[in-house]
């Protein structure tokens, strides 16, 4: 990490803003931002202090950082991952259709998600979404995305290939992130 000399003060505005990001890792990510932020101060002879503004005081990451204490963040946050059926007990799979004109990638993603679902079928797999991306336009590119969730990348794949094989793409493309950070 960084050492940035005689910082005996760190603020943190709105800390918990992370948190609400649709994204199944946010709590993590603002632990370990929170974590990461704070071990700036004090580091020299001068003692430090962090403040932090958040909405959410009691929040189990807020907390857990605040108490510099990984393994009760680990706790909490691994009994929801397994309850939601998260990593690391599940995989994913990130597909991401872009194209220049909304309709038809809204098209495209609904029929790509029609089509993955009745390929996957049962309960041993989902499709989660289709929904816009958090950017949602980037250089004139409308993106929408969606996951393909599973127990095991070596079964999803199979599926994920028969699908886009399937599948007539018309002005869009295909990304693929498997198991995205």
């Known amino acids: 990490g960084h050492d940035f000399p005689n910082v005996s ?3 943190v505005i709105s800390a918990d803003t992370a948190l609400h990001i649709p994204d199944f890792r946010a709590a993590e990510r603002t632990f370990d931002l929170l974590t990461q932020v704070a071990g700036r101060a004090g580091r020299g002879d001068i003692p430090g202090k962090v403040l932090v503004q958040t909405y959410v005081p009691h929040h189990y990451s807020i907390q857990s950082a605040k108490d ?5 963040f680990y706790s ?3 009994v929801l991952r397994k ?3 998260m990593p690391p007990y599940t995989h994913l799979i990130k597909v991401v259709v872009a194209g220049r004109v909304e309709k038809e990638v809204v098209r495209q993603i609904l029929g790509f998600s029609k089509s993955l679902s009745t390929l996957s079928g049962g309960e041993m797999f989902k499709v989660l979404g289709p929904a816009p991306c958090l950017i949602s336009k980037e250089r004139g590119l409308f993106r929408w995305n969606l996951y ?3 127990p095991a990348i070596e079964r999803m794949i199979p599926i994920l290939k028969k699908a886009v094989a399937d599948f007539k793409k018309v002005k869009t493309t295909f990304a693929f992130d498997v ?3």
């Open 148 to 150: 393909f969730k599973g």
């Open 9 to 11: 003060l760190i603020g």
């Open 83 to 85: 309850e939601l059926g």
């Open 76 to 78: 909490k946050e691994i």
């Open 68 to 72: 510099h204490d990984y393994h009760e």
């Open 179 to 181: 198991d995205p950070q």
